[in-house]
Every structure is written in C-alpha cells, then in structure tokens.
C-alpha cells in the first residue's frame, strides 16, 4: 500500500533562513508522483512543486526546490530565504494507481512558523 | 486567485437539513474530486469524477451525494448529516487521464458547520 509520512508536526524557523521539511514514502509502484502544497489558514491547497518518479534532477521552483533521494524513498522540500508568509501548513502528498484508480495521497503535514 | 471555486465558502446547518455544496472550473480538466479536511488533519478523499463517471467512492456514507453534471460542475449533496461531519470539504481538478503527472487544484474549500 503507498504510504506518506512527515514525521515533524511542527517547526520554527527564524525569517531569512533555508528549511527542509521531511517526506518518506512507501510504494511499490514504479511509476508515482510526489508533490508538496502549501495551506494557508484560509483553507486553500496550494500546489508548490512536484516530482516524478523517473525525473533524473530535482524539481525546482523559484524558492522551492525538491531534495529527491529515490533510493531512499525520500522527498523532502527546502525553502530558501524563508518569508514571513511562508507561515503555513506543509503537506507532502503522493499519486499513484491504487485499485485501478489515480489517487492523491496525503501525509500529515509539517505546520512551519517563520519567526521575524 | 483559485481557478476552482467552490460555495458557498461558509454553511451551517442542522442534522435534518437538506444541503449542496458546488464546484466550478473552467480549466478543461477531466477529473474533479471532493475531499474532506478535518482539523489538523490531512484531506481525505471521498470521490473521485473521471469524465463526467464516478470512478472512486471511498466508502462514504450515503448521506453524502457526489453528482457530475457536466464536466465543468461538480456538486455534492448532503442530507441528514451528523455533528461529525463537520469539516473543510475541498473539492479539486485535474487534467485526468491515467498518468500520475499533473497536480490537482484546489478550491479555497466549504467550511461546513452540523449543528
């Protein structure tokens, strides 16, 4: 069965500085999907980066990049210079067939506090 | 701002009540699905539309109805709902297809309230 974990339920990190949040997963899927999103207190999903599967580099996206070790089945998001705004819930997230179907899998995300 | 929309943002109502929850996206997108987010917790997927058909029901009481009008609209449908009902419900598109590339949008979510 895939499986999602982050395993930091919470982090602060002082303003300017880089912060990795963790992601491991579990499937034996050869072809999978990994991305982050970004929820705000407002509610919404916002969609930060993604990887898959047989991408050779990591993903990059202005701030955002994907430290992606296949291998170790890990996926873990690194913010550089980190913002004030980037105050928010961080979940990990993984698609994949399951049962025949596409499916979005959550872990149980990484609430991250930007200290000023 | 989202390009999936979803109202009403905000709706209480009570067990006996008879409500719907709309989702719109112009996007083209195939797929359309309904999470439902408790607090402080991840989303937990309910349904999921492939071309307009259901394709995945996550074993969801009844009292929750997903209906696909066309492949724009996605609603769904609640009916005698129970105090723990009460949650965030996202709803989401994607191109669709059977590839595992292309993120999901999200809407900015109904914030449902059972009383």
């Known amino acids: 069965a895939q499986k999602i974990t982050q395993t930091q339920p919470g982090m602060f990190v002082q303003e300017k500085e880089a912060v990795t949040l963790d992601c491991t997963y579990d499937t034996s899927d050869p072809s999978y999907g990994l991305f982050w999103y970004k929820q705000p207190s407002s509610g919404e999903m916002i969609f930060l980066i993604y990887q898959g599967s047989y991408d050779q580099q990591n993903a990059t996206e202005g701030r955002y990049s994907l430290n992606f070790q296949k291998a170790r089945k890990s996926a873990n998001l690194v913010i550089s210079a980190s913002q004030l705004g980037d105050s928010a819930m961080y979940f990990c997230a993984m698609r994949g067939i399951i049962q025949g179907a596409q499916k979005l899998v959550f872990g149980q995300g990484t609430r991250l506090t930007i200290n000023p | 701002d989202t390009e999936v929309t979803q109202t009403p943002k905000h709706l209480v109502m009570g067990m006996t009540n008879k409500k719907s929850l709309k989702c719109e996206q112009h996007?083209?997108?195939?797929?359309m699905y309904w999470y439902k987010q408790k607090a402080k917790k991840p989303p937990e997927l309910m349904f999921v539309?492939?071309?307009?058909?259901?394709?995945i029901n996550e074993s969801v009481p009844s009292r929750f109805s997903p209906e696909c009008p066309n492949s724009s609209l996605l609603n769904l449908h609640l009916h005698a709902l129970q105090p723990e009902d009460s949650a965030l419900y996202l709803c989401?598109?994607?191109?669709?297809?059977?590839?595992?590339?292309?993120?999901?949008?999200f809407g900015e979510g109904s914030r449902l309230t059972v009383l």
């Open positions: 996007m083209g997108h195939r797929a």
């Open positions: 539309y492939s071309y307009e058909k259901l394709s």
């Open positions: 989401a598109s994607s191109q669709g297809g059977t590839g595992v590339t292309g993120e999901l949008f």
